[in-house]
């Protein structure tokens, strides 16, 4: 028997209020935190950018949606930004409880998107630069998601969480995508 598996499942009760006592000025973050913290909020502040990216890009399309299909490629712009903006939202939440600080600073914002802010032509090109958005978020997700594992469960449940709605977003772009074929 190694000596993991004769460890207690659960840390007797007087333990565990002792330890909630210590280092409350940390918040959330308790001593069975297993995340590199400081790189958990990199990727987070990295993700916060990307989103905010994508939610101008998207706010732009919007307004800048014409033609034929131009209506119903709007309300899926429209719809995509307020869904982005949600996910940003929920970033700054965990970035708060990690004890770290949202970086919503326009300075730098592109450097640290992993998405690129590329406004299209014309609805095609609009639709096909959001498509690669999605696509570039769903491999960044996928990848942190990866990294994070099992050391922050919170964490990767929310960027889990994202990456379902990304991948949705791709999957609306490229249906739209599909009346240009």
């Known amino acids: 028997m190694n ?3 004769k460890q207690p499942f659960l840390t007797d009760i007087k333990t565990l209020r ?3 006592r210590q280092h ?3 918040g959330a973050v308790t ?3 297993q995340g590199d913290r400081k790189t958990v909020l990199k990727l987070l502040n990295e993700a916060l950018a990307t989103e905010i990216v994508c939610i101008l890009r998207y706010k732009r399309h919007y307004f800048m949606a014409s033609g034929l ?3 119903a490629a709007a309300a899926e712009f429209l719809e995509h930004a307020e869904e982005e903006q949600e996910h940003a939202d929920s970033i700054c939440k965990r970035i708060q409880q990690l004890e770290g600080e949202p970086n919503l600073s326009p300075d730098g914002l592109l450097s640290r998107s992993h998405s690129e802010y590329i406004e299209g032509e ?3 090109d609009m639709i096909t630069e959001d498509l690669i958005a999605e696509r570039i978020a769903i491999e960044s997700y996928t990848e942190m998601i990866h990294y994070i594992g099992d050391k922050d469960s919170t964490t990767r ?3 889990e969480s994202i990456l379902e709605v990304e991948e949705e977003h791709a999957n609306d ?3 739209l995508l599909k009346h240009y074929k």
Do not use: Q, V
């Open 3 to 5: 000596e993991e598996s």
């Open 18 to 20: 002792a330890r909630a």
């Open 24 to 26: 409350i000025e940390k």
């Open 31 to 33: 001593e069975n935190y």
């Open 69 to 71: 299909n131009g209506p």
């Open 122 to 124: 014309n609805l095609k």
């Open 157 to 159: 449940r929310l960027l």
């Open 173 to 175: 772009m490229s249906d």
